[in-house]
């Protein structure tokens, strides 16, 4: 009888640790929002996640756009990057730049997240006028707005971006050339916002 209520035990022990096992790996699956992201973004859901094929449609700045996915029309906050406010100095050459490189082209969108605004946060690809052996070549324009000094890397808000090194890469550029924000003394967007509270 004690060898029977042992070997019951072990069982249920060996049972319980596999699936508490397996509910740790699960939880360290998901996708981590931390610091203030937490209480204003949430994750997209499961079905929403997988690359969107869209055109841009309208330029609100040069962090963020309308684009049109199938009918269903999405309104992009680029994932990791923050752009000079329309009213700051380069603001509107920023917009200008996000215009140039979105506007009436082919996008590949990856949604990651919901900011608070209920804003669609992405990585975006925009189709380029190059080819090359593989087809139409498409740029990350989140990494392309910062080489081009129009925007910054948004340290507190790219943890999610994939492609955040490249982002990263983008901004050592345009400060290693002094182009755009980095040619000056130029207050950040954040800060800006801030002070206008």
């Not at 804003?119 to 593989?134: C, I, L, Q, W």
């Amino acid at each position: 009888m004690k060898e029977h209520i042992i070997t019951g035990l072990a069982i249920a022990g060996i049972t319980g640790f596999f699936f508490y096992d397996n509910h740790q790996r699960e939880i360290s699956k998901r996708p981590a929002y931390e610091g203030s992201q937490a209480a204003i973004a949430r994750p997209i859901r499961s079905e929403d996640t997988q690359y969107k094929i869209c055109r841009g449609t309208k330029i609100s700045d040069g962090d963020t756009i309308t684009a049109e996915c199938d009918g269903q029309v999405l309104k992009i906050r680029f994932c990791g990057i923050d752009a000079p406010e329309k009213k700051q100095p380069l603001g509107q050459e920023s917009k200008a730049l996000m215009t140039k490189l979105i506007e009436g082209r082919d996008l590949i969108i990856r949604p990651l997240e919901k900011d608070r605004y209920d804003r669609t946060v992405a990585e975006v690809e925009a189709k380029t006028d190059r080819t090359d052996a593989n087809g139409a070549v498409y740029d990350l324009t989140n990494a392309e707005m910062v080489k081009a000094g129009m925007a910054y890397h948004y340290a507190q808000y790219s943890k999610n971006c994939p492609n955040r090194d490249r982002i990263i890469d983008a901004e050592k550029f345009a400060k290693d050339k002094k182009i755009g924000v980095w040619s000056g003394s130029h207050q950040k967007p954040w800060d800006y916002r801030h002070a206008k509270k």
